[in-house]
C-alpha cells in the first residue's frame, strides 16, 4: 500500500480529533502472549475471567479479524484539569471516569475514521477494536509508536502522559507501519511502586489486579469492600498522578471528558443516599454504571467505614 494513502488516513485520524495515531503490521505477539500467559498462570487477572476466555482472540488479530494486515492505532488525551479535594465524607472518583463513557467516545470516532476510508478505498474494510473486542491495546500502542509501558503498566506518552485511552482499527490494508518506536523512559524511576498503597504493582511493568484498588471497586463482583482504597470509589489514579511524566499533561479538547457534576469528590453520604434510579439515570453514558447501584454502594461503605479522609495520598503538585 502506498504511503501516501497511510499518511492521508493519519491525517484524517488526527482531524477527527484523535491526539496521535499510529500503524503496525499484523503479526503473531510472541512476547507479549508469552507475559499475558504468565500473567495470567499467576492468577493476577483476579476474577476477570473473561482474560482467560479470550486469550487466544487477544494475541491474535487474525482471529478476530481474519482479514487484518494493519493495525491502525489510536491513543485520544482524556486529561482536564480538576484536582480532588480532601476532605471529610470525601470520596474520590478516578479521572477516566469524570466525563462521558470512552467506549463510546472512541468507538464513534473510530467509525467516522472507517466510514471515511471506505469511502476513499472502496476495496478497504475494518473492525474496531474498544475493549468489546479482545486486544492488547498497550503493546499495538508501542508497536504503532504511540508511547512505551511504564513501569505502571500503563502507556505513557511524551505529549500527554498517560492519561490517553488507546484502541484500534484494524484493516485488510497494507499500510505503511511505523519504524521509529518510542523507547523505554522510565529509566531508574519508581515512584509508581512506591506510591501505590496496596502494593499492587508487584514488579515493574507487572500488576496483580488482585490487589488493585482499579479492580477492586470496578471489576470486582465482591459483596464487601475487599481492599482498603485510600478514599478511592471508582477507580485509582495513584500510579499515575505520582508519574515524572504526568507534568506533560495537557487539557483535552474532547469536552465529553469534562467531569459530569459534583463527580470529582463527590460527598459520599449524599452518594449513598441515591437511589438505584437516581444512580441508573445520573451515571447514563458514564464509565461508572459498570458497577452498578450495588457495587458503587459497597465502595462508598468501604470508604466511610475505613475513615473517609484517612491515609489519602499525596495530591498531584
Ligand atoms: C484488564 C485491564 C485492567 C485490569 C488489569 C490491569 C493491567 N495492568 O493489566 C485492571 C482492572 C486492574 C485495570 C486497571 C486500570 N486500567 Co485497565 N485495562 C485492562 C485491559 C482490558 C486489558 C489489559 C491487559 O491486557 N492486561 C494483561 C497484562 C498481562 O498486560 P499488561 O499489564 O499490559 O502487561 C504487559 C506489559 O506490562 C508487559 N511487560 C511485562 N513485564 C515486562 C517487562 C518489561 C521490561 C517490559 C518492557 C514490559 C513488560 O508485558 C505484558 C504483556 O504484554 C485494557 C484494555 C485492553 N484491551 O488492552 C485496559 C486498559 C489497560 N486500562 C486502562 C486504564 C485507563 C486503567 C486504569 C488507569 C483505570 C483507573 N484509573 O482506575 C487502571 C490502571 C491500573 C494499572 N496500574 O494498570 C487503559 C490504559 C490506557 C493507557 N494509557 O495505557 C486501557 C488500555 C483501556 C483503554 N482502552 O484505554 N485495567
Ligand atoms: S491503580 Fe492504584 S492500586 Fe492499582 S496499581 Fe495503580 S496505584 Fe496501585
Redesign the pocket.
Known sequence: MEREFTLRIKEQALHLGFSKVGIAAVAELTD?RA??RQ?LDLGYQAT?GW?ERTFEK?TDPRLVFPEAKSVLVVALNYFTPHQHENGLEAGKI???AWGDD?HDVLTEKLTLLLDWIRQEHPAANGKIC??AQ??????W?VQGGIGW?GK????ITREFG?W????ELLLNLDLEPETRLVP?HCGTCTACLDACPTGA?VA????D?RR?I??ST??SKSETAELETAGWIF???I??DVCPWSRFSKTTDETRFEPRPGLVTPNLRELLAESPERFAARFAGSPIKRTKHRGLQRNIKGVLDNGSDAGLPPEKS
Do not use: T
Not at 515493574?204 to 500488576?207: E, H, L, R
Open positions: 507479549a507475559r499475558l500473567w476477570m482474560m487477544r478516578s479521572r477516566y470512552y474498544v475493549d479482545p486486544a492488547m491495546d498497550k503493546v500502542a509501558i505502571h503498566s500503563n502507556v498517560s490517553v485511552f488507546l484502541g523505554d504493582i515493574p511493568y507487572v500488576v489486579a488493585c482499579s479492580f470496578i471489576e477507580g485509582c489514579d500510579c499515575q
